[in-house]
């Protein structure tokens, strides 16, 4: 009895043993492998010496302007495609709105609004936008307000609006419903962008259509503003 009683205590011992020995054995090639593989990654990462290539390898990149990618051994890669502009050039233009106490359409009034880092070429496109920014909420105490009034779906990729430009002849066409209310609004729409558009050395004539490519105002459906 004693002799069975040894047996299964030595048998107990060795699977405890060979149990300790198989955790050691995969602790040891677990450090291994991880050792390993950081090698591996320092190695590949000491191979990186642009943005590209760090993007390229999936590090992550951060939300920054420029932005800037960043490597597991601390380093960063900024984007070269995107520059910051240390001395962005201000741009004042004007940019005009009828006011609710003058009827006369054709009377719009220009309020100055600074035009941040924009060339030619693109700030015609930003003095559209204003417009239908509208005035600040002094400026609609003074009784300016927006002719402009957009709604539903864009059928130009969620723009408001598209701007063309060619022999200093404007047509700005809207991307979304305008809403005309009131009598003569489409008429203060005209004078509002043609007025501020004009402004511009690179225009002198302005044709405004709705999203259908209708003529704005023009109630006789033959679009002569396209004549």
Same mark, same amino acid.
């Given at each position: 009895?004693?002799?069975?009683?040894?047996?299964?205590?030595?048998?107990?011992?060795?699977?405890?043993?060979?149990?300790?020995? #198989?955790?050691?054995?995969?602790?040891?090639?677990?450090?291994?492998?991880?050792?390993?593989?950081?090698?591996?990654?320092?190695?590949?990462?000491?191979?990186?010496?642009?943005?590209?290539?760090?993007?390229?390898?999936?590090? +992550?990149?951060?939300?920054?302007?420029?932005? &800037?990618?960043?490597?597991?051994?601390? &380093?960063? #890669?900024?984007?070269?495609?995107?520059?910051?502009?240390?001395?962005?050039?201000?741009?004042?233009?004007?940019?005009? #709105? +009828?006011?609710?106490?003058?009827?006369?359409?054709?009377?719009?009034?220009?309020?100055? &609004?600074?035009?941040?880092?924009?060339?030619?070429?693109?700030?015609?496109?930003?003095?559209?936008?204003?417009?239908?920014?509208? +005035?600040?909420?002094?400026?609609?105490?003074?009784?300016?307000?927006?002719?402009?009034?957009?709604?539903?779906?864009?059928?130009?990729?969620?723009?408001? #609006?598209?701007?063309?430009?060619?022999?200093?002849?404007?047509?700005?066409?809207?991307?979304?419903?305008?809403?005309?209310?009131?009598?003569?609004?489409?008429? &203060?729409?005209?004078?509002?962008?043609?007025?501020?558009?004009?402004?511009?050395?690179?225009?002198?004539?302005?044709?405004?259509?709705?999203?259908? =490519?209708?003529?704005?105002?023009?109630?006789? =459906?033959?679009?002569?503003?396209?004549?």
């Amino acid at each position: 009895m004693k002799v069975k009683q040894l047996k299964a205590q030595a048998l107990s011992i060795l699977v405890v043993l060979l149990v300790i020995i #198989f955790v050691l054995l995969a602790i040891i090639a677990y450090l291994v492998y991880q050792n390993t593989k950081n090698n591996n990654t320092t190695s590949n990462t000491k191979n990186i010496t642009t943005y590209k290539e760090c993007a390229d390898a999936g590090y +992550p990149i951060l939300e920054s302007f420029p932005s &800037r990618c960043m490597t597991p051994d601390g &380093r960063s #890669f900024t984007n070269p495609d995107e520059h910051l502009n240390e001395n962005p050039t201000t741009q004042t233009i004007k940019v005009y #709105f +009828p006011k609710s106490t003058v009827d006369d359409p054709s009377k719009v009034f220009a309020l100055n &609004r600074d035009i941040v880092g924009l060339d030619a070429g693109t700030i015609e496109n930003a003095s559209i936008e204003q417009i239908i920014a509208g +005035p600040t909420e002094d400026e609609q105490m003074l009784y300016y307000y927006t002719p402009i009034i957009l709604s539903g779906a864009s059928n130009c990729s969620s723009l408001d #609006f598209t701007l063309t430009i060619q022999s200093k002849k404007a047509t700005v066409k809207f991307c979304k419903d305008l809403k005309l209310a009131g009598e003569l609004s489409d008429a &203060r729409v005209i004078t509002s962008i043609t007025k501020t558009l004009k402004q511009f050395s690179t225009i002198t004539s302005v044709v405004v259509l709705d999203k259908n =490519g209708n003529c704005v105002g023009d109630l006789s =459906g033959l679009n002569n503003c396209l004549k």
